[in-house]
């Protein structure tokens, strides 16, 4: 295709006549030169035979001029060699005065024969050569050997116009053979090759083309749908284009077939009535491309992949931070918050014993949180060390049961336990201990009153195994690959029913993996409980497994030194407190109750409510001057709380002033809050004086 310029240059530029004829001497195509010697149109010609366009004496279809042009022809077509007709008469059409007068006319001609890759010719180039005028002045002077001399004169040049030609035939063959990509001529209903270049038959392993169908010459392309195409491309008249087009060859004998990709045009090639007859194709082997387009688009999806996973990582470690920080502040709220009451304010003893009792389990509550962030860092820096000695797996477990029964019992939970009492594993008891402790703390947590949490030691295959069972939420399908990951918590959202850092697990398993053993989860779904699983080897394996390595001393801190603090003052409650109306929503009891001896101190009159549901209708109900409310909470949030009240009318409290009370303190927190909503935003712990002045300043102007 990229030849096909040249050639129609060089029919258009040449001066003398050329026409090109088909193996049944029909015409292919013809010059501009050769138009206006015979007073005809291209569309008139082409496809149709030279005899019946030009038949010198219609009346006598096998006149001698006609019998001798048609021997020159059909000698070319026999012995593949050129052959000249020096002079022959013929009577063809010519224009004078703008229309054509048929008159007889002398013509010099030399017919060239155009061979395809067997060798055969496929067609035959004419050019021709009016010499009328020197053979009417031959004829007519007086001196013929002159006239003579003329006529050979043009013949010669003739032949050597035909010379030319042939090499730049030769030329464009060559550059056909040449082209960079693949070159196809398909003739007829089963698409027989006419012509295809080196580069096609590169692709197709070296196999013959020329003459065969394409389903004889590339079978295995039957099935690929490329016949459909070329019949679509036949029957409709209309080019077809295909890139990155997958297709399996047969390039070498033997083996399977070979996977290349190309980019290819099937464009139809028109007879002389308009109908699609042929298809050229021209395309372009692009596979070493495509296999670098899928090598980076492989390696873009690494690498998305990656980042998606340093995002999540960033992620996991931002919503870690915020939750350490709501799990931190909520317990020391309530602390700080009774320890000033405590001293600034006197209290009858069962007030004052139930208030302590309160700072002594927040206490407790935020050491297991510093102390679970304290091990997760030893894990970290590979710096948590066990001290190793026999100890009986069975005593381990009733001490962790014991600590966890009272909140069981309180929660109406069935612990139940079968426990082997003798049967020993080398451990480090505090920290076996801690292991117990974490799975069935996690079980009385998880499961709703009236359910159940079963204990079992037993051996089982060589081994110590510890099951844990409830009958409590159980674990999504989704999460159970996850459950044992650090700072990963199955709902981790402000809304989740409970709290916690999502470390327990995932420090279990370290000191689980520490002893040599190893740990499981299973559920089969949500609401349908979880059983936890330890198997630790027996004291005696473990011994001869450690034989030769000396039991390491236990590196475990000293508890931090006690900070030393500013003795509590007393705060002066603003007139704007005295009567205030105030709605205190947290779903922290300990929390509510601080808030509400606070406020009503400075005379303040208070509704507290645990919950999104139960707070907007108190709200409804007493139509507060101000709302004090925690932002997570389980089910619905501090911020659907408020956005349900500015939902309100003016009339029914809408713009009622809202302080956002929360452990979440981080600035994105407070703007967050603020655009919820709320007026103000007061981080846990606070200052009871800090927080009587954030409600004060907020309190509506009286009569």
């Given at each position: 295709?990229?030849?096909?310029?040249?050639?129609?240059?060089?029919?258009?530029?040449?001066?003398?006549?050329?026409?090109?004829?088909?193996?049944?001497?029909?015409?292919?195509?013809?010059?501009?030169?050769?138009?206006?010697?015979?007073?005809?149109?291209?569309?008139?010609?082409?496809?149709?035979?030279?005899?019946?366009?030009?038949?010198?004496?219609?009346?006598?279809?096998?006149?001698?001029?006609?019998?001798?042009?048609?021997?020159?022809?059909?000698?070319?077509?026999?012995?593949?060699?050129?052959?000249?007709?020096?002079?022959?008469?013929?009577?063809?059409?010519?224009?004078?005065?703008?229309?054509?007068?048929?008159?007889?006319?002398?013509?010099?001609?030399?017919?060239?024969?155009?061979?395809?890759?067997?060798?055969?010719?496929?067609?035959?180039?004419?050019?021709?050569?009016?010499?009328?005028?020197?053979?009417?002045?031959?004829?007519?002077?007086?001196?013929?050997?002159?006239?003579?001399?003329?006529?050979?004169?043009?013949?010669?040049?003739?032949?050597?116009?035909?010379?030319?030609?042939?090499?730049?035939?030769?030329?464009?063959?060559?550059?056909?053979?040449?082209?960079?990509?693949?070159?196809?001529?398909?003739?007829?209903?089963?698409?027989?090759?006419?012509?295809?270049?080196?580069?096609?038959?590169?692709?197709?392993?070296?196999?013959?083309?020329?003459?065969?169908?394409?389903?004889?010459?590339?079978?295995?392309?039957?099935?690929?749908?490329?016949?459909?195409?070329?019949?679509?491309?036949?029957?409709?008249?209309?080019?077809?284009?295909?890139?990155?087009?997958?297709v399996h060859l047969l390039r070498h004998a033997g083996e399977p077939a070979?996977?290349?990709?190309?980019?290819?045009?099937?464009?139809?090639?028109?007879?002389?009535?308009?109908?699609?007859?042929?298809?050229?194709?021209?395309?372009?082997?692009?596979?070493?491309?495509?296999?670098?387009?899928?090598?980076?688009?492989?390696?873009?999806?690494?690498?998305?992949?990656?980042?998606?996973?340093?995002?999540?990582?960033?992620?996991?470690?931002?919503?870690?931070?915020?939750?350490?920080?709501?799990?931190?502040?909520?317990?020391?709220?309530?602390?700080?918050?009774?320890?000033?009451?405590?001293?600034?304010?006197?209290?009858?003893?069962?007030?004052?014993?139930?208030?302590?009792?309160?700072?002594?389990?927040?206490?407790?509550?935020?050491?297991?949180?510093?102390?679970?962030?304290?091990?997760?860092?030893?894990?970290?820096?590979?710096?948590?060390?066990?001290?190793?000695?026999?100890?009986?797996?069975?005593?381990?477990?009733?001490?962790?049961?014991?600590?966890?029964?009272?909140?069981?019992?309180?929660?109406?939970?069935?612990?139940?336990?079968?426990?082997?009492?003798?049967?020993?594993?080398?451990?480090?008891?505090?920290?076996?201990?801690?292991?117990?402790?974490?799975?069935?703390?996690?079980?009385?947590?998880?499961?709703?009153?009236?359910?159940?949490?079963?204990?079992?030691?037993?051996?089982?295959?060589?081994?110590?195994?510890?099951?844990?069972?409830?009958?409590?939420?159980?674990?999504?399908?989704?999460?159970?690959?996850?459950?044992?990951?650090?700072?990963?918590?199955?709902?981790?959202?402000?809304?989740?029913?409970?709290?916690?850092?999502?470390?327990?697990?995932?420090?279990?398993?370290?000191?689980?993996?520490?002893?040599?053993?190893?740990?499981?989860?299973?559920?089969?779904?949500?609401?349908?409980?979880?059983?936890?699983?330890?198997?630790?080897?027996?004291?005696?394996?473990?011994?001869?497994?450690?034989?030769?390595?000396?039991?390491?001393?236990?590196?475990?801190?000293?508890?931090?030194?006690?900070?030393?603090?500013?003795?509590?003052?007393?705060?002066?409650?603003?007139?704007?407190?005295?009567?205030?109306?105030?709605?205190?929503?947290?779903?922290?009891?300990?929390?509510?109750e601080m808030l509400r001896v606070v406020l009503e101190s400075c005379g303040?009159?208070?509704?507290?409510?645990?919950?999104?549901?139960e707070a907007f209708a108190l709200f409804r109900r007493t139509r507060p001057?101000?709302?004090?409310?925690?932002?997570?909470?389980?089910?619905?949030?501090?911020?659907?709380?408020?956005?349900?009240?500015?939902?309100?009318?003016?009339?029914?409290?809408?713009?009622?002033?809202?302080?956002?009370?929360?452990?979440?303190?981080?600035?994105?927190?407070?703007?967050?809050?603020?655009?919820?909503?709320?007026?103000?935003?007061?981080?846990?712990?606070?200052?009871?004086?800090?927080?009587?002045?954030?409600?004060?300043?907020?309190?509506?102007?009286?009569?």
């Amino acid at each position: 295709m990229a030849a096909s310029p040249d050639y129609q240059a060089l029919f258009a530029l040449s001066p003398n006549p050329y026409c090109l004829l088909d193996r049944q001497l029909r015409y292919v195509t013809a010059n501009a030169a050769y138009l206006q010697v015979t007073a005809s149109r291209l569309e008139d010609l082409v496809g149709r035979g030279l005899f019946d366009a030009f038949p010198h004496d219609p009346a006598d279809p096998n006149n001698a001029p006609a019998l001798q042009l048609r021997a020159s022809l059909e000698k070319v077509l026999a012995t593949r060699e050129r052959d000249v007709l020096a002079l022959i008469r013929y009577r063809v059409p010519r224009l004078e005065g703008g229309h054509p007068v048929v008159e007889d006319r002398y013509w010099s001609a030399t017919h060239t024969p155009v061979l395809d890759a067997h060798g055969e010719v496929a067609f035959i180039l004419q050019h021709t050569t009016d010499v009328t005028e020197l053979q009417r002045l031959k004829e007519a002077s007086a001196a013929p050997l002159q006239v003579e001399a003329g006529v050979l004169q043009r013949a010669h040049q003739v032949q050597l116009a035909n010379h030319l030609l042939d090499a730049e035939r030769r030329h464009l063959r060559a550059l056909f053979e040449q082209a960079p990509g693949f070159v196809g001529v398909l003739r007829g209903p089963t698409h027989v090759f006419e012509l295809a270049n080196a580069a096609y038959l590169q692709l197709v392993g070296g196999r013959p083309l020329v003459g065969k169908p394409v389903h004889e010459a590339l079978p295995e392309v039957a099935e690929q749908g490329f016949l459909e195409l070329l019949d679509r491309v036949l029957a409709t008249g209309e080019p077809y284009v295909g890139r990155d087009v997958p297709v399996h060859l047969l390039r070498h004998a033997g083996e399977p077939a070979e996977q290349r990709f190309v980019d290819f045009v099937y464009q139809p090639i028109f007879d002389a009535q308009g109908r699609a007859s042929g298809i050229f194709v021209l395309g372009h082997d692009v596979t070493e491309k495509k296999r670098l387009e899928l090598a980076r688009a492989e390696l873009l999806e690494r690498e998305q992949a990656a980042r998606r996973e340093a995002e999540e990582a960033n992620r996991l470690k931002d919503d870690f931070l915020a939750t350490v920080s709501h799990e931190l502040r909520t317990p020391l709220t309530a602390i700080l918050g009774w320890v000033q009451i405590l001293c600034t304010q006197g209290f009858p003893e069962e007030r004052r014993r139930r208030a302590l009792e309160t700072v002594e389990r927040n206490a407790r509550a935020q050491a297991q949180l510093i102390d679970d962030l304290l091990d997760i860092s030893r894990v970290l820096a590979g710096n948590l060390r066990l001290e190793p000695r026999p100890v009986a797996l069975g005593a381990v477990v009733e001490a962790a049961l014991e600590s966890v029964r009272p909140a069981a019992e309180a929660r109406g939970l069935q612990l139940e336990a079968a426990i082997e009492p003798h049967a020993q594993v080398l451990g480090d008891a505090a920290r076996l201990q801690q292991v117990v402790w974490n799975l069935v703390s996690n079980a009385v947590k998880f499961t709703p009153p009236g359910g159940r949490v079963q204990v079992r030691v037993a051996p089982r295959d060589g081994a110590l195994e510890l099951r844990v069972a409830d009958t409590g939420q159980g674990i999504p399908q989704d999460f159970l690959p996850h459950v044992f990951e650090r700072f990963r918590q199955a709902d981790g959202s402000p809304t989740r029913q409970h709290g916690g850092l999502g470390l327990g697990l995932a420090i279990a398993k370290h000191l689980v993996e520490l002893h040599g053993g190893s740990i499981g989860a299973e559920s089969p779904g949500d609401g349908q409980g979880a059983t936890f699983r330890v198997t630790l080897p027996l004291a005696a394996e473990r011994l001869a497994a450690l034989s030769a390595v000396p039991p390491t001393p236990a590196q475990v801190p000293a508890p931090a030194a006690q900070r030393a603090s500013t003795p509590a003052q007393p705060f002066t409650c603003p007139a704007q407190m005295d009567g205030l109306r105030v709605l205190v929503v947290d779903d922290e009891a300990d929390v509510r109750e601080m808030l509400r001896v606070v406020l009503e101190s400075c005379g303040a009159q208070v509704h507290a409510a645990g919950s999104v549901e139960e707070a907007f209708a108190l709200f409804r109900r007493t139509r507060p001057d101000i709302l004090l409310s925690d932002v997570g909470m389980p089910g619905e949030d501090g911020y659907a709380l408020v956005r349900r009240i500015r939902a309100l009318g003016a009339a029914d409290g809408g713009r009622t002033p809202a302080v956002a009370l929360t452990a979440y303190a981080r600035a994105e927190d407070r703007t967050r809050a603020l655009l919820a909503g709320f007026h103000a935003h007061v981080p846990k712990p606070v200052e009871p004086a800090e927080l009587v002045a954030a409600l004060s300043a907020l309190a509506p102007e009286r009569a």
